[in-house]
């Protein structure tokens, strides 16, 4: 199926999505079945075909299966340094582009949510989505004048997620090199998040606070929101201005336009993790829209994935970014144990190994806080944040570990400001990092 075909069908009961995720299961099998078998006989068979041949196959399973399957797809794309890089190069399409639901599949679920149809409901209504991503795909719209966004979930998503994370988690398993006991706390907070991302009724209480708790900082919009016109499914909003990333740099805009943007988004992540204790969390190039109006206006979208912090991991969090705790070992080391990375039954050889890779990781990841201002517009610091998840996959000594460690709510605080330092790197921006509060 190509990326611009609209979808006539999609798989919602649990038995069809299986049934299709068995089949791409049983074909990256073959793929590796088929990959061993050449090098077992010495015939030359790249690691990196395989990986782009399984990529391949399973992106457009994802796509045509989309919910929540594609949903940790576009999660995936963001961890750069988890997953080999045809994996990710593949996976970051769905950031972007998947293809769209039909007309009546669009109409059926207006008329299931509200006994009438689009047109009967608006003033204007373009039956061809805009947007199609993992969750929902989003309709222009007009009523009484205003222009309007209008999000549409697909049939059957909330209802598939816990048997679609069953489905993926052996693959993804044998991509990523885990064991499942290992993940399965994390694999929860995943699941959790997506359960809450199906949720439009939440989206939009939650869209309505971000945007009254953040109204006074500078350079952000939020969309005005429209209760009578959504529902657990359908999700309408005003359409704010601005283009997406990849768009908005073509046009060139100026290194202080650049700046002012980069800044916005910095102030509004710093501001949520230290004075709301709740981040959105999903900070893919998908979710904003840049505008150059009044010297760099970013527009905030989309506030199905929500973080709540609690203030125990906020500190530590926090106190492992800080400067003094990098020069003090004896700091570093007692934050560590109290997050759980470090255990009283380590031994010294695995806790010394612990502590010089947390050392190496919480110098780069945490040296934009350690500086008044932050050159993100240097490619080679994120360039540097990938070579280090490289080398950490590598490692010997960790990989016999092969397990997590620490909180399970770091998965999400450490996949938002990943996400974040990728947008300002790709924005070129600098940026002053000191939060004044």
């Known amino acids: 199926m190509s990326d611009d075909q609209p979808q006539e069908s999609l798989p919602t009961s649990k038995v069809a999505r299986a049934a299709r995720f068995a089949k791409t299961g049983l074909k990256v099998g073959a793929n590796y079945v088929q990959h061993y078998a050449k090098k077992a006989v010495g015939a030359d068979s790249p ?22 399957v594609l949903k940790v797809a576009q999660m995936l794309a963001m961890e750069k340094n988890l997953l080999p890089p045809a994996y990710a190069e593949q996976f970051r399409q769905a950031q972007y582009q998947t293809p769209p639901l039909s007309g009546p599949l669009v109409v059926k679920a207006f008329r299931d949510a509200f006994g009438h149809s689009p047109s009967q409901l608006f003033d204007e209504f373009e039956p061809e989505a805009r947007q199609a991503a993992s969750i929902g795909q989003v309709h222009f719209a007009r009523k009484l004048g205003k222009p309007l966004a209008v999000k549409v979930q697909y049939p059957g998503v909330g209802a598939s997620i816990r048997s679609d994370i069953a489905m993926v988690k052996p693959v993804a398993l044998r991509i990523i090199g885990l064991k499942e006991e290992t993940l399965r706390p994390y694999l929860a907070e995943v699941e959790a998040r997506l359960m809450e991302e199906t949720d439009y009724k939440l989206e939009l209480s939650r869209g309505q606070a971000v945007a ?22 359908i999700l309408t909003m005003a359409w704010l201005p601005g283009q997406h990333l990849k768009e908005f740099l073509a046009t060139e805009p100026s290194p202080a336009v650049r700046n002012q943007l980069g800044q916005a988004l910095w102030d509004f992540y710093q501001y949520q993790l230290r004075e709301l204790r709740q981040l ?8 904003f829209l840049f505008s150059s109006a009044n010297g760099g206006t970013v527009g905030v979208l989309d506030f199905g994935c929500v973080k709540d912090v609690p203030p125990l991991e906020q500190q530590q969090f926090l106190a492992l970014l800080a400067p003094e705790t ?6 570093l080391e007692a934050l560590l144990t109290e997050a759980g990375v470090l255990r009283p039954a380590d031994a010294p050889a695995l806790r010394a190994m612990y502590l010089r890779t947390l050392t190496q990781s919480l110098e780069l990841v945490g040296r934009p806080f350690r500086q008044d201002t932050f050159d993100f517009g240097d490619p080679a610091y994120l360039q540097s944040l990938y070579a280090l998840g490289d080398d950490l996959l590598q490692d010997q000594e960790l990989r016999q570990q092969r397990e997590p460690r620490g909180s399970a709510h770091f998965v999400y605080l450490n996949r938002t400001f990943v996400g974040l330092f990728s947008l300002l790197t790709e ?4 940026v002053r990092t000191q939060y004044e509060g």
């Open 427 to 430: 924005l070129g921006a600098v």
């Open 212 to 233: 009254a708790k953040c109204g006074h900082l500078p350079h952000l919009q939020f969309p005005t929101y429209y209760p009578a016109l959504s529902s657990a499914r």
């Open 47 to 68: 690691t990196a075909d395989l990986h782009q041949a399984n990529a391949a196959e399973l992106y457009g399973t994802l796509s045509e299966m989309k919910g929540s």
């Open 326 to 331: 990098l020069a003090d070992p004896a700091r």
């Open 280 to 287: 959105h969390a999903d900070p893919h190039p998908g979710n």
